[in-house]
C-alpha cells in the first residue's frame, strides 16, 4: 500500500507540532507588553464610541435612529415621572404607549416632539395627554392621528353618456 505524498507530509507536520523541543517559549515581558498594548487600545475604542455616542444624539429629532429615540423617551419620562408622582409601573405603561406611537411613526416629525439638541432632552410631546383618574390611576393617552395623504390624486375616467348619440341611435 502506498501512501500518498501530502499525508505523509501531514504526518510529519503533525509529529512535529506535538515535539515539546519545537514549541517556542513566550517572555514574560512581551506578554505585559501585550496585555498593556490591549487595554490602551480598549480604553481608546471605548472614548470613541462614546465621543460618537454623544455626538449622536446632538442630532435633530427626526434624524435620531430608533434606539437613540426610545432612549430619549425613557428619559424624558424620568423627568416628568416627579411631577405626576408616577410609580414604575405607570412609568412603563406610558414608555409602551409612546413606543407604539413612534412605531406607527407618530412621533417622527419635529412639530409633534420639541427636542432640544443643546441639552440633547425632549422639552415636550404635543398630542401626549397624562392624567389621573379620580380613583387615582394615572392615564397615558397619546391623542396624535396619523396625518392622511391629501396629496393630488388621479380622477376616475367616469362614463360620459352624450345626450345627443343616445337620441340618434332611438328610431
Not at 481608546?44 to 455616542?53: P, R, T, V
Not at 397624562?130 to 396619523?146: F, N, P, Y
Amino acid at each position: 500500500m502506498r501512501l500518498h505524498k501530502t499525508s505523509s507530509k501531514r504526518t510529519v507536520r503533525l509529529i512535529h507540532r506535538m515535539d515539546p523541543r519545537h514549541r517556542t517559549q513566550k517572555k514574560a515581558d512581551a506578554a505585559i507588553a501585550l496585555m498593556t498594548y490591549q487595554e490602551e487600545k480598549s480604553s481608546s475604542l471605548k472614548m470613541l464610541l462614546e465621543g460618537g455616542a454623544r455626538e449622536a444624539y446632538a442630532r435633530p429629532w427626526h434624524r435620531l435612529e430608533r434606539g437613540l429615540r426610545l432612549n430619549r423617551i425613557r428619559l424624558f419620562l424620568e423627568d416628568i415621572a416627579t411631577a405626576y408622582t408616577m410609580t414604575e409601573e405607570e412609568k412603563n405603561m406610558c414608555f409602551v404607549t409612546l413606543q407604539k406611537a413612534l412605531d406607527k411613526k407618530l412621533l417622527n416629525t419635529l412639530k409633534v416632539v420639541q427636542y432640544d439638541q443643546e441639552t440633547q432632552r425632549i422639552i415636550t410631546i404635543k398630542g401626549l395627554d397624562i392624567h389621573r383618574t379620580a380613583e387615582g390611576k394615572l392615564i397615558c393617552d397619546s391623542s396624535m392621528k396619523v396625518a392622511s395623504y391629501e396629496g393630488t390624486r388621479k380622477k376616475k375616467k367616469v362614463p360620459f353618456v352624450s345626450a345627443v348619440a343616445s337620441s340618434a341611435s332611438d328610431p
